[in-house]
């Protein structure tokens, strides 16, 4: 790789406590693109300029997401724990030559799924794990409501029943936290997914892997693995989405009246969370096709680029325009959903919000009082550098009845 400094290694103790403070030094010692070090001595750069993420998500012909690209296959081996988070499967559902007639057939099946039908499944799980724990007094947030209620909420959008929801949400745990458990976590999901189809291809039902299968531009195999993409991308930015919303609401006093029924105020925190501590930090990723420059470093034909969305949204070049409009109102410039080709669909976008917005809502309904338990720099964030989720958030409040008692 062409840099005149040693490459960062990805992993470590900073990007659990400092990642802010790691990425301003990056942008001082390496500029807006940086050489970083997978595990492994696997070589990539990492994007953190905000215009040079523009530049590569908005060129999906020189910087596809094709992994058949990549330089450094015969240095990888069979079991490298970030296999599963990259897009490296040889499935066509995976290559850009396939990618935008199934994205338009997936934002279609997406648009046949019923936003109420989503809002009151969210309404029932959040108050079903709420009734679970107000009347301890004390709960960790995280383990009993954050991480559970999407993965419920989006069991039932692709047509498990709730049991079969939660069986997988310590196999999605493992492959977000990239360690040695992810390529078992990944087996296991993709296994379940293969099974669903094989289900609603005999018994359709009022669920996305039925539509998917009806709509007629998915193989099996690519329905499943788009199914895994929706669980597993959609389950765990969602989770720390609300967890990190909640965070901030109970630490920052701006957002005190949301405790009081003030629900713009969640809104507001919401987007803020987009901008300062959005769920994905860095996602994989692109392989150039042909030697170029990008920002002041050659990158070769084939070298791997990682998106740092977390540090392009704390660009000083572009923060100094964004702050006559304060980013929890509305300004939504940030790359929380990613950009270009390949950004979360907006209807993704929009059930990801519906599902973290109404468990927030719930929450706050049945326990107004709720507040941390520790104090928050005790919180420790996910052990991942791609994840910005916490491992807990344990609050206390005034104990009450469950609804359902």
Same mark, same amino acid.
């Given at each position: 790789?062409?840099?005149?400094?040693?490459?960062?290694?990805?992993?470590?103790?900073?990007?659990?406590?400092?990642?802010?403070?790691?990425?301003?030094?990056?942008?001082?010692?390496?500029?807006?693109?940086?050489?970083?070090?997978?595990?492994?001595?696997?070589?990539?750069?990492?994007?953190?300029?905000?215009?040079?993420?523009?530049?590569?998500?908005?060129?999906?012909?020189?910087?596809?997401?094709?992994?058949?690209?990549?330089?450094?296959?015969?240095?990888?081996?069979?079991?490298?724990?970030?296999?599963?988070?990259?897009?490296?499967?040889?499935?066509?559902?995976?290559? =850009?030559?396939?990618? *935008?007639?199934?994205?338009?057939?997936?934002?279609?099946?997406?648009?046949?799924?019923?936003?109420?039908?989503?809002?009151?499944?969210?309404?029932?799980?959040?108050?079903?794990?709420?009734?679970?724990?107000?009347?301890?007094?004390?709960?960790?947030?995280?383990?009993?409501?954050?991480?559970?209620?999407?993965?419920?909420?989006?069991? #039932?959008?692709?047509?498990?029943?709730?049991?079969?929801?939660?069986?997988?949400?310590?196999?999605?745990?493992?492959?977000? =936290?990239?360690?040695?458990?992810?390529?078992?976590?990944?087996?296991?999901?993709?296994?379940?997914?293969?099974?669903?189809?094989?289900?609603?291809?005999?018994?359709?039902?009022?669920?996305?892997?039925?539509?998917?299968?009806?709509?007629?531009?998915?193989?099996?195999?690519?329905?499943?693995?788009?199914?895994?993409?929706?669980?597993?991308?959609?389950?765990?930015?969602?989770?720390?989405?609300?967890?990190?919303?909640?965070?901030?609401?109970?630490? =920052?006093?701006?957002?005190?009246?949301?405790?009081?029924?003030?629900?713009?105020?969640?809104?507001?925190?919401?987007?803020?969370?987009?901008?300062?501590?959005?769920?994905?930090?860095?996602?994989?990723? *692109?392989?150039?096709?042909?030697?170029?420059?990008?920002?002041?470093?050659?990158?070769?034909?084939?070298?791997?680029?990682?998106?740092?969305?977390?540090?392009?949204?704390?660009?000083?070049?572009?923060?100094?325009?964004?702050?006559?409009?304060?980013?929890?109102?509305?300004?939504?410039?940030?790359?929380?959903?990613?950009?270009?080709?390949?950004?979360?669909?907006?209807?993704?976008?929009?059930?990801?919000?519906?599902?973290? #917005?109404?468990?927030?809502?719930?929450?706050?309904?049945?326990?107004?009082?709720?507040?941390?338990?520790?104090?928050?720099?005790?919180?420790?964030?996910?052990?991942?550098?791609?994840?910005?989720?916490?491992?807990?958030?344990?609050?206390?409040?005034?104990?009450?009845?469950?609804?359902?008692?």
């Amino acid at each position: 790789m062409d840099s005149g400094r040693a490459p960062i290694p990805l992993f470590g103790p900073r990007f659990l406590n400092d990642p802010q403070g790691l990425y301003r030094e990056m942008r001082r010692d390496h500029g807006p693109v940086v050489p970083v070090e997978l595990p492994g001595g696997i070589p990539a750069w990492l994007v953190i300029g905000y215009r040079e993420l523009h530049q590569v998500t908005n060129d999906s012909e020189l910087f596809p997401r094709d992994a058949a690209r990549w330089n450094q296959w015969p240095n990888v081996p069979p079991d490298w724990p970030l296999l599963p988070i990259l897009p490296v499967s040889p499935s066509p559902a995976l290559a =850009d030559s396939t990618h *935008r007639s199934q994205a338009k057939t997936m934002d279609a099946a997406m648009e046949t799924m019923d936003p109420f039908a989503l809002r009151r499944d969210c309404e029932e799980l959040s108050d079903r794990l709420v009734d679970g724990f107000c009347g301890r007094g004390s709960v960790d947030l995280v383990g009993s409501f954050a991480e559970p209620l999407p993965v419920l909420a989006l069991a #039932r959008l692709v047509g498990l029943p709730d049991a079969e929801g939660l069986e997988l949400l310590r196999s999605m745990e493992v492959m977000g =936290d990239a360690g040695l458990e992810a390529q078992a976590g990944y087996a296991r999901l993709a296994e379940s997914m293969r099974q669903l189809v094989a289900h609603k291809r005999d018994r359709p039902g009022p669920d996305l892997a039925t539509a998917l299968l009806q709509q007629g531009n998915y193989s099996e195999e690519s329905c499943g693995m788009t199914l895994m993409s929706v669980l597993f991308a959609g389950h765990i930015t969602t989770a720390d989405w609300l967890v990190n919303s909640l965070r901030l609401m109970l630490t =920052d006093d701006r957002f005190a009246n949301a405790f009081g029924g003030g629900r713009r105020s969640i809104g507001q925190a919401m987007n803020e969370v987009l901008w300062e501590d959005t769920p994905t930090q860095i996602l994989a990723g *692109r392989w150039a096709v042909r030697d170029t420059r990008l920002g002041d470093k050659v990158i070769r034909a084939g070298d791997l680029l990682l998106l740092g969305l977390a540090a392009a949204n704390a660009d000083p070049d572009v923060r100094q325009f964004t702050e006559a409009e304060p980013m929890s109102l509305g300004n939504s410039a940030h790359f929380g959903f990613g950009h270009g080709e390949y950004r979360c669909p907006y209807p993704a976008q929009q059930m990801a919000e519906t599902i973290a #917005r109404t468990g927030i809502e719930v929450l706050l309904d049945r326990l107004p009082d709720i507040d941390l338990a520790v104090a928050p720099e005790a919180l420790v964030r996910r052990p991942s550098p791609f994840l910005s989720g916490m491992t807990a958030l344990p609050v206390r409040f005034t104990a009450v009845r469950p609804l359902n008692d």
